[in-house]
């Protein structure tokens, strides 16, 4: 019997205790985050690569709700994740050429991917950095709504193995050593959810090039699409 309260204590501490830690740290996370932004020259620049841990942008998935903000932490470590997502060292910055990998918790630790299956062909993801909007869409045929019919051939959502690594390729899919074909944007997460058995996995293509937020402080217009 306390062998089984123990887990049951495990679970509720996983799925629960741990979101709403992770919640705090993402809120401190942002504040820091748009302060340090705030005392920064905002004139154009390239995102240079970050340390290990530090947190460089915020990912927005209006799909998942017109709150729904996540702040990125460079890493993808068990102690970053559980801040919140984490980028890939070494695959692609935003509105670079190549692929910018990310991957996130689907349960616990703030969830930031759970609900990542509900995303259509077409959807935007948003990507904001100190001085740029950078807006991907998820690979497919946005007007069938088949996510598996993009014309480069990257699915727009697919479920793989852990050891599937080419999701993270300069070119979605391809190999690692192949060259970058386009900007892309790469969602991993675990699935199914409360497993690690495999991985839901979601591509996107850069839609034009970066909007300055100079231009425009409110967001590109992809923000508040429905």
């Known amino acids: 019997m306390t062998g089984g309260l123990v887990a049951l204590l495990f679970v509720v501490y996983e799925l629960l205790v741990t979101d709403v830690i992770a919640e705090r740290t993402q809120e401190q996370l942002s504040q820091e985050l748009y302060e340090e932004w705030d005392r920064a020259d905002v004139q154009p620049q390239e995102l240079t690569r970050v340390e290990i841990g530090d947190a ?15 702040v990125i932490l460079e890493g993808t470590s068990e ?7 984490g980028h890939y060292a070494g695959t692609a910055m935003p ?9 996130g918790h689907r349960v616990g630790k703030g969830s930031p991917f759970l609900e990542l299956d509900l995303l259509q062909a077409g959807d935007p993801i948003v990507v904001e950095t100190v001085d740029s909007w950078f807006v991907y869409r998820v690979l497919g045929d946005a007007a069938t709504g088949d996510l598996d019919a993009d014309p480069s051939g990257i699915p727009g959502r697919h479920i793989v193995r852990p050891t599937d690594i080419e999701v993270i390729s300069p070119t979605p899919e391809a190999a690692a050593s192949a060259p970058a074909t386009g900007a892309y944007l790469t969602l991993t997460t675990c699935h199914p959810e409360y497993s690690a058995r495999q991985r839901l996995i979601i591509h996107a293509r850069l839609d034009g090039g970066p909007l300055s937020k100079v231009e425009w402080p409110d967001g590109p217009a992809a923000l508040y699409e429905r």
């Open 56 to 70: 460089f942008g915020v990912i927005r998935i209006p799909r998942l709700g017109q709150d729904y903000a996540r």
């Open 79 to 85: 102690t970053v994740l559980a801040q919140g997502p």
């Open 95 to 103: 509105g670079e050429q190549g692929n910018v990998a990310l991957a």
